[in-house]
């Protein structure tokens, strides 16, 4: 039986020399693999009834974050590029391989005292994961 690493294609040198770009693409074009990742992410999220809501970041946070929303009958909140989201928002800075990034979340997506999951496609540096912590913990979540 596969790994999900199995299905992740890594390509050198992209989008810059020195960085390993792990094309999740390939997941998603086999449904052995897309039934794999949804349902390993599910199995990590845990009981349902120990969380609130679920956010994904962009954009491949959204592709996993939202069918595991769905089938956990939970809300789903988009964590966003900056601009690109049309009510007042938090945000935060953070580092990516190559720069820096910002990234924004509705200012009423979370309410104080609720619990998240965050949903990304895989980490590299930690840093879009950091930052939408940071911006759960100053609205009041967990």
């Keep these: ?23 999740v693409t390939s997941v998603l074009q086999d449904a052995d693999g897309l039934r794999l990742a949804i349902d390993s992410m599910m199995e990590k999220a845990g009981d349902p009834a120990d969380f609130d809501a679920i956010i994904g970041t962009e954009s491949r946070g959204f592709i996993f974050g939202m069918p595991i929303a769905y089938n956990l009958h939970k809300p789903f909140i988009m964590a966003r590029k900056k601009g690109k989201l049309p009510r007042e928002t938090v945000s935060c800075e953070y580092e990516l391989e190559y720069g820096t990034a910002v990234i924004e979340m509705h200012k009423d997506a979370i309410k104080p005292g609720d619990r998240i999951v965050i949903v990304d496609d895989l980490i ?10 940071k911006m759960v913990e100053q609205l009041g979540g967990k």
């Design 124 to 133: 590299a540096t930690g840093g879009t994961i950091e930052a939408v912590t």
């Design 1 to 23: 039986m596969k790994e999900l690493k199995d299905y992740v294609v890594t390509i050198p040198d992209y989008p810059q020399p020195g960085v390993m770009f792990r094309d």
